[in-house]
């Protein structure tokens, strides 16, 4: 009987793979220079996260950072590496995107067709299923669905570098306190990012604690252990906006970058700058 029971592993003689080593040559040269995307914060082949609660404009700045990325404009003072954007808008429909990206153009100094032709991608799905990865309950594990698979050819295709998910709660199928799950879905984030030589951005709300406290965490903690950069958008104190690194793996923490709405779009406040002034042009005031 027991002659006839089928091992459950294969005895050692049978392994025929092997675990990789050092590649010697490799490392007895000097190592590449990291290859950011977004200079000091999101690295080429990772993928970072930016929270904020609901309102805050965090879409309005993903938004322009999409932008700028593809017309190979700096982000907020911050250095980009170019490269075609692509942002799956799950809260907003095609009119509203439209009429932000008519903002941000002038703020560049932008026109529509040069966005469009230089292969900016927003697309609009606050009325569609948007989960990219869900549970199989059979095997109780995180799969693709097939929403992920045709965004991965779409990059693929059209060359997308930066891919923007606007919100996690929309693409992620499983439970945000899950960490196997949360470890997972994050993996694949991470295996597109290295596919498209990019970087993924995930888009989320805090909980209620990770606003008290000022982490902008939610969720099981694998939230921000798994991504290599973590941003939180929000209010301080004196109710000024602030994008704040919150984790950066490669790099000096980032300053906190305070930020103003100004005529549709986010612009950067130099601390040595005085507000400006737009009472001669019609009195508009931020």
């Known amino acids: 009987m027991q002659g006839n029971v089928t091992p459950l ?53 993903m938004q322009q950072l999409a932008t700028c990325a593809t017309m190979g404009r700096p ?38 067709a040069d966005v469009l032709d230089a292969g900016l991608d927003c697309i609009a799905r606050d009325d569609r299923e948007n989960t990219l990865m869900e549970i199989d309950r059979p095997t109780w594990r995180m799969m693709r669905t097939p929403l992920m698979d045709k965004l991965i050819l779409r990059c693929r295709r059209r060359g997308i570098q930066y891919v923007i998910l606007d919100t996690v709660t929309a693409v992620y199928g499983g439970r945000e306190i899950d960490a196997r799950q949360v470890a997972a879905f994050i993996m694949e984030m991470h295996r597109l990012a290295v596919l498209i030589r990019g970087i993924v951005v995930l888009v989320q709300h805090p909980s209620r604690s990770g606003k008290r406290d000022g982490s902008g965490e939610n969720g099981s903690v694998q939230w921000n252990n798994k991504v290599r950069a973590r941003l939180y958008f929000h209010e301080d104190a004196h109710n000024d906006l602030q994008l704040e690194g919150m984790k950066a793996n490669y790099s000096a923490k980032p300053k906190p970058i305070k930020l103003e709405w100004r005529r549709g779009v986010f612009e950067r406040v130099e601390a040595s700058l005085p507000p400006r002034d737009y009472s001669e042009a019609g009195g508009y005031q931020t």
Request: charged content about 35%.
């Open 9 to 61: 592993r294969p005895r050692f003689g049978d392994i025929e793979d092997e675990l990789e080593g050092v590649d010697y040559d490799k490392w007895l040269r000097d190592p590449p220079p990291r290859d950011w995307m977004v200079d000091g914060c999101f690295l080429t082949g990772h993928v970072g996260l930016i929270s904020g609660i609901g309102g805050v404009g965090k879409s309005l700045l």
């Open 75 to 112: 982000w907020l003072g911050i250095p980009l590496k170019p490269g075609r954007a692509l942002m799956l808008a799950c809260e907003d429909d095609d009119d509203e995107l439209h009429r932000r990206q008519r903002d941000i153009n002038r703020s560049l100094g932008l026109d529509m």
